[in-house]
C-alpha cells in the first residue's frame, strides 16, 4: 500500500509539473528558444524485470543535447533513497551525447516497483524525468492467493 501512495504522489507531481509558465518550454526538456540547450533521451523508463530483494542493479540512460548551446547538469533528484542517480557527463556540447547512471538497491523492497529521477540543467526550466521498474521478489515473503 505504501508502494502504491508513492506512485500516485509520483504521478501526481509529474502531472503538476506539466503545467510551463513558459510555453517555449517543455516537459520533454526542450526548449524552442534560440541558443538553448535540449535534452532528447529515447528511453525514459527502463524495466528490469524480476530481481530478489537486496540486489542492486545499474542502467545508464544516454540522452543527446539536441540545441545549439551546452547542455550542463547542475543537480539530480531521485525519488527514492534507493536510486542514486550519477551523470557521467555534466557538460555536452550541441549535438554530443552524455549517460546518467542510475543505481537501483532493492534492499528492503517488495513488489512492483516504480523509481523516478530528475536531472536538472543549469538552463533554467529545462528538466528531465527518468525512472525505473521492476518486479522485486522475496524468497522470505510468499503471498498466498484465496
Known amino acids: 500500500m505504501k508502494h502504491f501512495q508513492y506512485l500516485m504522489l ?26 538553448a540547450p535540449a535534452f532528447e533521451i529515447k528511453e525514459e523508463i527502463h524495466n528490469f524485470g524480476k530481481l530478489l530483494t537486496g540486489e542492486v542493479v545499474v542502467y545508464s540512460f544516454t540522452y543527446r543535447n539536441a540545441g545549439s548551446t551546452n547542455l550542463e547538469i547542475v543537480k539530480t533528484e531521485a525519488g527514492c533513497s ?40 543549469s538552463k533554467e526550466g529545462i528538466t528531465k524525468d527518468i525512472a525505473v521498474t521492476a518486479e522485486v521478489m522475496s524468497e522470505e515473503i510468499e503471498l498466498k492467493q484465496p
Open 10 to 35: 509520483g504521478l501526481l507531481l509529474s502531472s503538476c509539473a506539466s503545467h510551463s509558465k513558459d510555453p517555449a518550454k517543455t516537459v520533454s526538456g526542450r526548449n524552442s528558444e534560440n541558443g
Open 82 to 121: 534507493c536510486i542514486s542517480v550519477k551523470p557521467v557527463e555534466k557538460l555536452v556540447k550541441p549535438g554530443e551525447s552524455g549517460t546518467i547512471q542510475v543505481i537501483f538497491d532493492t534492499s528492503g523492497l517488495y513488489g512492483k516497483q516504480f523509481q523516478s529521477c530528475r536531472v536538472f540543467s
